[in-house]
C-alpha cells in the first residue's frame, strides 16, 4: 500500500491529529479529537464529528458534546482516522491509521480512503489514471439505415405514466455538505438519445440524411421500462446557424422541443445538451458574452419547463481552465437572467469531463455560482483501456469503481452534487460486472450521486455496440435488465 510509508513520520508526534475529512469524534471513537492545521472538529452526529476546512479558533455552532466526551482518549499515541476519511496521499500529512474495520485504501496519487475491511488484509487497488482520452467517432451517419425514425409525437399511443420520483433524499439542495457517504435512490437514471447531433461538421445539414431526432417510441419503450431521465443532443451550428449568438432556428427548435415535451409531458426528464465540446464550427468558443446569449435565448424557450435539465456543453477539453469557467458561469449567469429559475444545470469540466480526471483538473468549477443552487456536475466514464469508450473490452471488473473515487471524494469534500451523464460497457460478462460494481459504487455514494445515463440510444446506432435502443439495440438486450435494478 503506497501510504504506508507516512506512517512512521506520523507516529513520531506527540499529540495525534485527525487529518483532512478525517474522524474526531463521535459515541465509541476513540481516537485524536485534534484536527491538523487548518481544520478543525465539526459535530455531524452523535456518532460522527469530522476534520472540516476552516480554523480552530471559528468553531462551528454545534459544538459536539460527544466529540468533547472523548477528549480523554487524545492521549492515545497514535490517531486513527474514521470511516471514509482520507489516510493518505501526496501533501497529506495526518494520520495513515484506520479505525477498526477500517483499512487504508489507495485511491489515487492524491487521495487514500479508510473504506470498511479489515487492515491486515491490504487490497492495493492501484488506480489506473489512463491519460489519454480518444476523441469518440460519432461519425456514425448511416444515412441508410432504415431503423432511423422521425419524431413524431402522434406516436404516443400507450401513454403508461412514470412517476418522476422526486424522493427527497435525493433531491437534496447542492449546498449540502455530506460528510459521509449514505446509500440511497438516483434522482435521475436513464439513456442518452442520439441522432440529432450526427453528421458534424455538415451545417445545417439535411434533416433526415444528416441527422434526426430521437425516436418517440423507443423514448416511450424505455419510459415503460421505467427509465426517467433521457439527455437529448443537439448541434449548437443548427439551433444557432450561422453565429453563437443567432436567433435559434424555428424548424431545429420545434422539432427539439417535441422531443423534450414528449418526454416531459409523460412527467420525466429532459437533458438538452449542445454537444460541442466547447467549439462552435470546430473553433473554442472564446466568446463567453456570446455563448451566455445562446443560453439566454434556450433558456426562454424553455423558461416555464421545471423538468428540463440545461447541460451547458458536451465535454469540453484541450481548453483553457478558466476559460471552462467562465463558459458555465456564462451559461449559468444568463439562464438565471432569463427567467428560468426552476431548472437544475448541468456543469461539464475540461478533460472530456471525464470523472477519472475531474479532482485533478476541474477542481476551479467548484467555485462556480448559482443564485438558485441547483448546480450538479456531470462527469462521464467509460471502462476501456483508454477511458474512451471505444472498445467494447473493459480493463477490470473494478475499473469503474477505481476511475470514480476520486471524482466520490472531491464531491463530497467540495460539498457538490454529481451525475454520472455517460457510462457504458461492451456486452460481456467482465463489463457486465465492472458496471454493476459502479453503478453500485454511484448509489452507496448517493447523498452525492444523483444518478447516471448510459450511452446510447438512438434510431441511428444500427449494430453499434452500446446501442439501448429499443427494441434490438445490443446495449439495450444485454444490459437493460440489469440496469433496470437501479431505477429511481
Ligand atoms: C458502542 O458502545 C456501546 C456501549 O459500550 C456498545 O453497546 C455498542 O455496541 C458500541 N457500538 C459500536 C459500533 O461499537
Ligand atoms: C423537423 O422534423 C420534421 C419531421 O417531423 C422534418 O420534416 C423537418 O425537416 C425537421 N426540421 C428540422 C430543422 O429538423
Ligand atoms: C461511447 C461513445 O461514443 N461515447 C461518446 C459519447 O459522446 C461523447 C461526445 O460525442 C463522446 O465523447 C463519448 O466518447
Not at 89 to 96: A, V
Not at 342 to 354: A, H, L
Not at 450 to 467: C, K, Q, R, V
Request: proline share 3%; glycine share 10%.
Amino acid at each position: 500500500m503506497k501510504s504506508s510509508a507516512l506512517t512512521a513520520i506520523f507516529a513520531t508526534g506527540a499529540a495525534a491529529q485527525s487529518g483532512a475529512w478525517g474522524q474526531c469524534g463521535g459515541l465509541n471513537y476513540s481516537g485524536s479529537t485534534s484536527c491538523v492545521a487548518g481544520y478543525h472538529c465539526v459535530f455531524v452526529n452523535d456518532w460522527y464529528s469530522q476534520c472540516q476546512p476552516g480554523d480552530v479558533s471559528t468553531p462551528t455552532s454545534k459544538t459536539s458534546s460527544t466529540a468533547a466526551s472523548t477528549s480523554s482518549a487524545a492521549t492515545s499515541s497514535v490517531a486513527q482516522i474514521g470511516p471514509w476519511g482520507q489516510c493518505g496521499g501526496s501533501g497529506y500529512s495526518g494520520s495513515t491509521v484506520c479505525v477498526s474495520g477500517y483499512k487504508c485504501v489507495y485511491s489515487n496519487d492524491w487521495f487514500s480512503q479508510c473504506v470498511p475491511g479489515d487492515a491486515t488484509t491490504a487490497t492495493s487497488t492501484t488506480l489506473k489514471t489512463s491519460t489519454t482520452s480518444a476523441i469518440p467517432s460519432t461519425s456514425a451517419t448511416s444515412t441508410d439505415d432504415e431503423a432511423c425514425e422521425a419524431t413524431s409525437t402522434d406516436e404516443a399511443t400507450s401513454v403508461t405514466s412514470v412517476t418522476p420520483t422526486t424522493s427527497t433524499t435525493s433531491s437534496a439542495p447542492a449546498s449540502t455538505t455530506s460528510t459521509t457517504p449514505s446509500k440511497g435512490k438516483f434522482k435521475w437514471f436513464g439513456i442518452n438519445q442520439s441522432c440529432a447531433e450526427f453528421g458534424q461538421g455538415t451545417y445545417p445539414g439535411t434533416w433526415g440524411t444528416h441527422f434526426t431526432f430521437p425516436s418517440t417510441s423507443s423514448i416511450q419503450t424505455l419510459l415503460n421500462d421505467g427509465y426517467n431521465s433521457f439527455r437529448i443532443a443537439f448541434s449548437m451550428e443548427r439551433l444557432a446557424v450561422g453565429q453563437v449568438t443567432a436567433p435559434l432556428d424555428a424548424g431545429y427548435l420545434k422539432n427539439l422541443t417535441d422531443t423534450v415535451n414528449y418526454i416531459t409531458s409523460r412527467g420525466a426528464w429532459a437533458i438538452i445538451e449542445p454537444h460541442n465540446f466547447g467549439r462552435y464550427n470546430g473553433n473554442i468558443i472564446t466568446d463567453t458574452a456570446a455563448f451566455g446569449t445562446f443560453w439566454s435565448n434556450i433558456a426562454k424557450a424553455f423558461q416555464s419547463n421545471s423538468l428540463v435539465v440545461f447541460d451547458t456543453n458536451n465535454e469540453y477539453h484541450d481548453m483553457d481552465q478558466t476559460l471552462v469557467f467562465n463558459l458555465n458561469q456564462a451559461a449559468i449567469t444568463a439562464i438565471r437572467a432569463a427567467g428560468a429559475t426552476s431548472q437544475y444545470i448541468f456543469i461539464e469540466g475540461n478533460q472530456w469531463t471525464g470523472a477519472w480526471a475531474w479532482a485533478a483538473t476541474n477542481q476551479n468549477l467548484a467555485g462556480l455560482t448559482d443564485p438558485q443552487n441547483k448546480l450538479v456536475y456531470q462527469m462521464h466514464q467509460y471502462l476501456d483501456s483508454d477511458s474512451s469508450g471505444t472498445h467494447d473490452t473493459c480493463v477490470s471488473t473494478t475499473i469503474g469503481v477505481e476511475r470514480v473515487v476520486s471524482a466520490t471524494n472531491w464531491l463530497r469534500a467540495n460539498g457538490k452534487l454529481g451525475f454520472l451523464g455517460e457510462f457504458a460497457g461492451g456486452p460481456n460478462d467482465n463489463c457486465k460486472t465492472a458496471v454493476t460494481k459502479l453503478l453500485d459504487h454511484l448509489r452507496d455514494n448517493s447523498d452525492v450521486w444523483t444518478g447516471a445515463l448510459w450511452w446510447a440510444g438512438g434510431p441511428w446506432w444500427g449494430d453499434y455496440m452500446f446501442s439501448f435502443e429499443p427494441p434490438s439495440g445490443t446495449g439495450y438486450t444485454y444490459y437493460n435488465s440489469l440496469l433496470k435494478q437501479y431505477l429511481v
